[in-house]
């Protein structure tokens, strides 16, 4: 009944906001009250297993990054290890306490959240395991259309206990099912002497990525691991360097000035045409993703958290700087914003001399060029700064659950498969994604002289700053969205944002305090 009783209530919410214009305050405090409430149903809704119902793959068996505030954190203590007899059939002794014997014929079940060409790659490197792995250990999958559906299928398991042994899921996300006890420490399988990762293999891991799922928990100085880093994304900037030139700007924009100067060079060379269709674009393209947000507060020096970790960060005079920076080029005419464009082809099209993508948006822009019949040389830059320019990671780690000592090392053994160099690689390159390893850029295939920006995309991992992993993350993008809606609205103006800025730091408060 309390589910239906939201509902409800989420309805005449709806129902309301339909018939009123969203002022700021309104549009933020309802946009924090309808995720809290979607959430709040979620959490207490009667779910069906969905893995149970899922059709699984079963294979034959024959440069240093910046880092995201390593987090206080709330969740489980630390994993307490029995005490029982060392491994027997080992010469060291491994406190795991499970012996290679014990493992043949364990089945390993993974859920991931790709189709098309990246799940051929993951189901090509989990048959490989099931091939060639001398413990004979079997593994099944599932596949996904989405980290959405991926999350939905495991809230549902959490109630059936038949959440997979291994997931491949955001930190954000690893944190949040913590606080139902459904994933284990990573850190002795990590560092055991038998099983684990040498000190050479954890140093091989980028730093910032591989400190991302280190929690510590409240009242101990212990930090427990909730994952491996998988691979990584990133927020950039496309810039068309052709058109660039012929403004008479050799290089790409390395400070928020030379973009701003660029911008509007654009803009006045699309204003000369006099062409209608074409009027007011040119310069930055605006689109609303909420790594948009974070990566200009990053180039600003701004962050997301507070240093501590105890909460989100925005009513800062950093963050103030971004968005009066942002809002200004979109008042100044050098910035552009339209409700359903299409933002690849307008940028093929030289309707905007920049915008921000994604690495995964890379193939995408690179056909969008083609149809366009546009030769133009386009490239992947960083978010310009005044201090250092920056671009914004995120992405999956392997997360492992609870289950048996055997189940858990098998699940263990499938994981470091994974993170082996030439299965990142492998997979890196389906995705069109960052490896998480350095000796993975040498098992990456000569893709990079096919794809120039992915390859200029790889030279910016140095220039890497991640997401925050808190566990409320998914539900603040939320907010943050709406904030950029409100920050580009033709009527908001620059004297609006220290109240913007006021808001969206209680909502991001509320939502800390409330999602778990």
Not at 1 to 14: D, E, F, T, Y
Request: aromatic residues 12%.
């Amino acid at each position: 009944m309390a589910g239906l009783k939201i509902q409800g209530s989420i309805h005449i919410i709806i129902q309301w906001m339909r018939g009123r214009y969203l002022t700021l305050f309104y549009g933020l405090t309802l946009g924090c009250a309808l995720v809290l409430a979607l959430f709040a149903i979620f959490q207490q809704k009667d779910v069906t297993p969905s893995f149970a119902s899922r059709t699984q793959i079963a294979y034959s068996q024959p440069a240093t990054p910046i880092s995201a505030s390593t987090l206080g954190y709330e969740g489980n203590t630390p994993t307490v290890l029995p005490i029982i007899q060392p491994t027997p059939d080992e010469k060291t002794p491994s406190p795991l306490g499970v012996a290679a014997d014990e493992l043949k014929g364990v089945q390993v079940h993974l859920g991931y959240p790709w189709s098309g060409k990246p799940s051929v790659a993951m189901r090509n490197i989990l048959d490989e395991y099931n091939r060639t792995n001398p413990w004979g250990i079997t593994v099944s999958a599932s596949d996904y259309d989405g980290f959405g559906r991926l999350d939905e299928a495991v809230e549902s398991a959490l109630f059936s206990d038949t959440i997979p042994d291994v997931l491949v899921d955001y930190g954000y996300q690893a944190r949040h099912w913590d606080y139902s006890n459904a994933i284990t420490d990573l850190n002795p399988y990590v560092n055991d002497p038998v099983w684990g990762l040498s000190s050479d293999e954890q140093s091989d891991f980028y730093a910032s990525f591989w400190s991302e799922d280190l929690v510590t928990s409240a009242g101990t100085n212990q930090p427990r691991r909730l994952g491996i880093p998988y691979y990584r994304s990133a927020f950039v900037l496309f810039y068309n360097q052709s058109w660039g030139r012929e403004l008479g700007y050799t290089d790409p924009p390395t400070t928020v000035e030379q973009l701003r100067v660029r911008a509007c060079a654009a803009t006045d060379i699309i204003t000369e045409r006099k062409e209608k269709a074409d009027l007011g674009k040119g310069g930055w393209l605006i689109t609303t993703q909420p790594g948009v947000l974070v990566g200009w507060i990053y180039a600003f020096g701004g962050d997301i958290t507070q240093p501590d970790g105890s909460g989100y960060s925005f009513d800062t005079p950093a963050t103030l700087r971004a968005f009066n920076y942002l809002k200004s080029l979109q008042s100044s005419g050098c910035a552009w914003h339209e409700v359903g464009a299409d933002s690849e082809m307008e940028f093929a099209n030289r309707h905007a001399l920049f915008m921000v993508g994604s690495l995964e948006d890379i193939p995408a822009q690179s056909e969008a060029f083609k149809k366009a019949g546009n030769t133009d040389e386009w490239m992947v830059i960083p978010f310009p700064s005044r201090d250092k320019a920056v671009v914004v990671t995120y992405g999956p780690s392997l997360l492992l659950t609870h289950s048996t000592p055997v189940e858990q090392l098998a699940s263990w053994l499938v994981i470091d498969w994974l993170i082996s160099p030439s299965k990142l690689a492998e997979l890196a390159e389906a995705l069109g994604a960052y490896p998480t390893r350095l000796s993975a850029l040498s098992d990456l295939s000569d893709v990079t002289g096919v794809t120039p920006q992915w390859a200029q995309a790889l030279e910016l991992l140095p220039r890497a700053h991640s997401e925050p992993s808190i566990a409320s993350w998914s539900m603040m993008q939320w907010a943050l969205e709406d904030a950029m809606r409100q920050l580009f609205d033709p009527d908001f103006v620059n004297d609006q944002i220290p109240n913007l800025l006021e808001n969206l730091a209680n909502v991001a408060a509320e939502i800390y305090i409330q999602v778990r």
